[in-house]
């Protein structure tokens, strides 16, 4: 069988992609369609939306083209096929596709369209250099096999199948590369944006945590090369794995630049993003749930088990921080107060289980609304303290650990590409242990009821307390302890007086309070965003005292009553002990 080509060319001005698609032994009536979704971002996004004048020849002449559906088509006639279509691209995310004169990137979920019965068929792909007076500079990296490029990357590419085909992302630019060697695997990060890094750092320190975590499944898989394909921008932050490369986006000022010392927070940040998507490798891309790889990409995949994949690799990117040696034990313990108190300031966790906010990602986790803090609960932040929970209860009362587990499930389903069962990790995590975890998952997972965290981490000489928080910034963990002293239960958008979310039972709902209303003046004065919270310290505890806000176009008042500051703040230190608990905890956290 033939292979089927695409010649991609760019037009940055336009922000258009044009694709050519060339399929020599086409069958009667033969059906072309994209995804619907993209493999690791749980929502429908309707990649077909952004492609534009598509037309089709059969054997040199014009052919009809049928509609299906709103993803695809049938063309009528059978032999030598082409189409011609373009594609806009101007989503500056990881998912979709993006191209100007400064840069161009794509996921080939966005452009290329699949033709049915050819899914296992050979995949050619040809990107074509362009205007250099446009374009000055550009380069193209990507972790697909090269046939015939040139010195910049562009040329031609060909990936085993469709799904090869769109799990390896596209990135074009006058882009800084650093290389840098993971057990003889050579990994390169790229860096699409300006910035001055220090690349020595940056190389040095994404080697030791990628060691760690190939050291965790024993060297395995055995990979040509791995890219970290970044956007540097102001403020952004995010990432999307694949087989063989990771699409990223960060902060500039989250890069390291030379002479800077010390593990500044947007760099810890940087680095937890790195390890998140560079342990997908496996959990995900390899060790996938039956319920997603089943799926066509046409429609929804639903899974439980979400939790486990997200989750799981949530708690580990940051503990492979440490295990690299870039955190210490109480900037770790720093981490995991974050994430549990980002959960205790989400009422949500009362409402909505762990396996209900697995299987609704679809429709609620990237879909937010000014309720969400009520209703839901985030699979990456609870997951990552369930898939906490069960480590510690595995060291606590077995001989074995989540690594083992891990490691289980790469060899019975990740090496071979074997997708796993719903419940799958519940399944092995009892047996490896020897435990009856079934009452422990089911209020874990299938219940609202609270983490055991406190007992749990006390077992392993770690002192859990909660705090009332300081103010808007503090996120939990150490530093300074002194609270706030009145509290609303509402929180303003970015940067105005606007209400972006009020949570249940706060003074804030008592009064009348709701999401997109406008703050005007607290007890006679002008509120900004940046004075907020100084005026409601100032108000003595329990002091009714008067609203102004718009309602709409309405300005109306209200009485509020702000109250002591909840303890949600979660305080994770190392306590003073010996025996047993010293021991779970040096071998826990070294």
Not at 87 to 110: C, E, I, M, P, Q
Not at 130 to 139: E, I, Q, R, S
Not at 202 to 212: P, W
Not at 424 to 448: K, Q, V, Y
Request: charged share 25%; aromatic share 10%.
């Amino acid at each position: 069988m033939s292979p089927v080509r695409y010649a991609v060319s760019l037009d940055p001005l336009s922000h258009l992609y044009t694709v050519r698609c060339e399929l020599a032994d086409a069958a009667e009536g033969q059906v072309f369609s994209l995804p619907s979704w993209i493999r690791g971002s749980y929502l429908v996004r309707d990649f077909a939306k952004h492609v534009l004048r598509l037309t089709a020849t059969v054997n040199g002449a014009p052919a009809a083209i049928q509609r299906i559906d709103k993803r695809s088509f049938r063309v009528t006639g059978h032999g030598a096929i082409t189409l011609d279509y373009q594609v806009h691209a101007y989503d500056s995310s990881v998912r979709k596709a993006w191209l100007d004169t400064h840069r161009g990137f794509f996921n080939g979920s966005s452009l290329f369209y699949c033709p049915q019965g050819h899914e296992q068929s050979a995949f050619e792909i040809t990107v074509a250099k362009p205007d250099a007076a446009l374009c000055p500079g550009w380069k193209l990296a990507t972790a697909m096999s090269e046939v015939a490029i040139d010195d910049t990357g562009f040329g031609t590419y060909l990936a085993a199948g469709y799904e090869e085909l769109i799990d390896h992302p596209v990135e074009m630019a006058d882009f800084q590369r650093i290389e840098f060697d993971v057990d003889g695997v050579p990994h390169s990060l790229i860096l699409s944006g300006r910035c001055e890094p220090d690349a020595v750092r940056l190389a040095a320190d994404l080697r030791r945590v990628c060691h760690v975590q190939r050291e965790l499944f024993g060297q395995e898989p055995k990979l040509r090369r791995y890219l970290f394909l970044t956007q540097v921008t102001a403020n952004g932050y995010g990432g999307l794995e694949h087989r063989a490369s990771t699409a990223l986006v960060c902060a500039r000022d989250a890069l390291p630049r030379p002479g800077q010392t010390g593990l500044r927070k947007g760099y810890r940040g940087f680095l937890g993003l790195v390890s998140h998507e560079y342990f997908h490798l496996w959990n995900v891309k390899r060790i996938t749930p039956q319920r997603f790889a089943e799926s066509r990409l046409a429609a929804e995949g639903y899974s439980q088990d979400l939790w486990a994949y997200e989750g799981i690799t949530s708690y580990y990117d940051d503990y492979m921080l440490l295990r690299a040696g870039l955190l210490d034990a109480p900037a770790y313990l720093d981490l995991l107060a974050e994430t549990a108190t980002r959960l205790q300031r989400t009422p949500g966790r009362l409402v909505q289980t762990l396996a209900d906010s697995s299987f609704e990602a679809w429709i609620k986790y990237y879909q937010p609304d000014e309720n969400t803090p009520n209703a839901n609960v985030n699979y990456y932040v609870k997951g990552a303290l369930v898939a906490l929970c069960l480590d510690l209860t595995l060291r606590l009362k077995s001989s074995t650990t989540l690594d083992e587990v891990m490691r289980t499930l790469w060899a019975r389903y990740g090496r071979d590409d074997k997708p796993v069962p719903e419940s799958g990790l519940e399944h092995i995590a009892a047996e490896l242990s020897g435990l009856d975890l079934r009452p422990l998952f089911d209020s874990m997972l299938r219940s609202t009821a609270e983490l055991p965290l406190a007992e749990l981490l006390a077992e392993f000489g770690i002192k859990a307390v909660l705090r009332a928080a300081s103010g808007p910034t503090d996120e939990g963990g150490r530093g300074e302890a002194k609270p706030a002293t009145a509290w609303a239960g509402l929180q303003l958008r970015g940067a105005d007086t606007g209400i972006s979310h009020v949570l249940n039972g706060s003074p804030a709902e008592r009064a009348g309070l709701a999401a997109g209303d406008v703050l005007v003046a607290l007890d006679g004065l002008r509120v900004t965003n940046a004075n907020w919270n100084k005026l409601l310290d100032h108000l003595p505890m329990g002091w009714e005292t008067t609203v102004h806000y718009f309602h709409g176009d309405e300005l109306l008042q209200t009485s509020l009553t702000p109250v002591a500051p909840p303890l949600d703040t979660w305080v994770l230190t190392l306590a003073e002990v010996e025996g047993e608990n010293l021991e779970r905890r040096r071998k826990w956290l070294g």
